[in-house]
């Protein structure tokens, strides 16, 4: 079982809508969450980052982060045909390795 | 404001070969990592490098080694390539000074090994 569970999509949604992405975790020592968006080709792009539990705003975007349930989510709000991309959840422990998702591919339609 | 830059951004080898991939992370950030990102694969990590000293290792074979120099840019170099190490490979660097947990990743290097 892989520490870091996505679902890969993909995930189309009409333009303005309201976006969920999640993932799951086993390791209850992460205490570090990130959320990346990666372009075609790109490198993987840092949006939100988050530490323990709780909420973040910034923006249109929105990570949400519950660690009881070992579960983190990043919502998008009026999402845009630019928003289109892969999107990577990344958590670490005290330390330096990050676990990633295998990234969920969202489209927005115009 | 600076980002992370990888050189080269494309490389193509053959099997049995060596490459050099190199890293230059965002001035004043003293952590490198490096990634393996296969098709449709989430970043592998492979090693990471704090004030020149390996930091962490993570799934970097044997025929791969780095290092990181005094100016913090650091070199992924991999010997005797297979068809299987045709990928991404990322870097990305953190400050110890700021939030370590924050890894600006660089554009990567498309290795296609024929």
């Known amino acids: 079982q892989k520490e870091v569970e996505q679902d890969p999509g993909p995930l189309s949604v009409p333009e303005g809508a309201i976006v969920s992405l999640n993932c799951t975790y086993s390791?209850?020592?992460?205490?570090?969450f990130m959320w990346y968006r990666q372009y075609s080709r790109k490198g993987p792009e840092l949006l939100m980052y988050?530490?323990?539990?709780g909420n973040k705003e910034d923006g249109r975007f929105t990570a949400q982060v519950d660690k009881s349930s070992k579960y983190i989510s990043l919502f998008i709000r009026d999402s845009q045909p630019s928003d289109s991309a892969t999107y990577l959840c990344?958590?670490?422990?005290?330390?330096?390795?990050?676990?990633f998702g295998t990234g969920t591919s969202l489209t927005v339609i115009p | 404001a600076a980002g992370v830059i990888q050189s080269p951004r494309h490389l193509i080898k053959e099997k049995r070969e060596t490459a050099t991939l190199k890293c230059y992370p965002i001035?004043?950030?003293?952590?490198v990592y490096w990634y393996q990102q296969g098709p449709g694969q989430d970043p592998q990590f492979l090693i990471s490098?704090?004030?020149?000293?390996?930091?962490d290792k993570g799934s970097i074979p044997d025929r791969f080694s780095a290092q990181q120099f005094s100016d913090y840019h650091s070199e992924l170099n991999m010997s005797s390539l297979e068809l299987g190490d045709s990928a991404l490979y990322f870097c990305?660097?953190?400050?110890?000074?700021?939030?370590?947990?924050?890894?600006?990743f660089g554009p990567g290097t498309r290795l296609l090994v024929l």
């Open positions: 990344a958590m670490s422990a005290a330390g330096n390795q990050f676990y």
């Open positions: 490098f704090y004030e020149k000293m390996q930091s």
């Open positions: 990305a660097s953190s400050s110890s000074g700021g939030v370590q947990e924050t890894q600006y």
């Open positions: 001035p004043r950030h003293d952590t």
């Open positions: 390791n209850s020592a992460f205490q570090y």
């Open positions: 988050t530490y323990s539990s």
